[in-house]
């Protein structure tokens, strides 16, 4: 199913719906969604998560995680931050944002057509500049991703069982070649035979 008919707002409402009762976990799309971005906005004191994984400098260690349970309304949200992740968003910004600066002195056209560049860039007739309030919020984001569910579970339960659907879906991406219909029923044909 693609993500952007799960992302539709009808769609969450029938999942929503008790006749249903179907249990979903969705990724949510935390700039696009005003609602999501003011939870974001409005909760985003780290202190205030739950730890579930703290950062380690073992290499097997799981990421770092820390999660936050928002009801609003009726929708369930799941706020979850990686530590390590924020960081590595904050040098990205911030390797942009010096790139701007020193292309901003030289060439603002150049700089408009590219769609990284333009959301950090505010341009008024002849003049373009940075956006410094766009460059503060965009650092709420850092390490931050957004799920909605209507599940039970614990958010910490949930946010983990997500990250394993994520792994998956990497898995079948990153997978060279999906097999056929004729391969499954070869191998499947296979299998029955030496029992």
Not at 124 to 136: A, D, G, Q
Not at 157 to 181: C, M, N
Request: net charge positive.
């Amino acid at each position: 199913m693609p993500k952007a008919f799960l992302r539709n707002k009808d769609t969450v409402e029938r999942l929503n719906d008790k006749k249903r009762n179907i249990p979903y976990i969705l990724g949510a799309r935390m700039r696009k969604v005003k609602e999501i971005r003011e939870i974001i906005e409005e909760n985003y004191d780290l202190k205030t998560f739950k730890e579930v994984y703290p950062e380690s400098q073992l290499s097997k260690a799981p990421a770092p995680l820390s999660v936050k349970d928002i009801k609003v309304g009726n929708h369930r949200y799941i706020l979850c931050y990686n530590s390590r992740e924020a960081r590595k968003d904050a040098a990205d910004r911030e390797a942009i944002v010096m790139s701007l600066r020193e292309k901003i002195e030289r060439n603002t056209k150049s700089l408009i057509g590219n769609k990284g560049y333009r959301k950090y860039l505010k341009i008024e007739r002849e003049t373009v500049k940075l956006n410094e309030n766009k460059i503060e919020t965009e650092a709420k984001f850092d390490g931050m991703w957004v799920l909605q569910t209507n599940m039970d579970w614990s958010s910490d339960k949930i946010a983990l069982k997500y990250k394993e659907l994520w792994q998956v879906e990497h898995l079948f991406r990153d997978f060279s070649g999906v097999p056929t219909g004729e391969e499954y029923f070869t191998y499947k044909t296979n299998l029955s035979q030496m029992q």
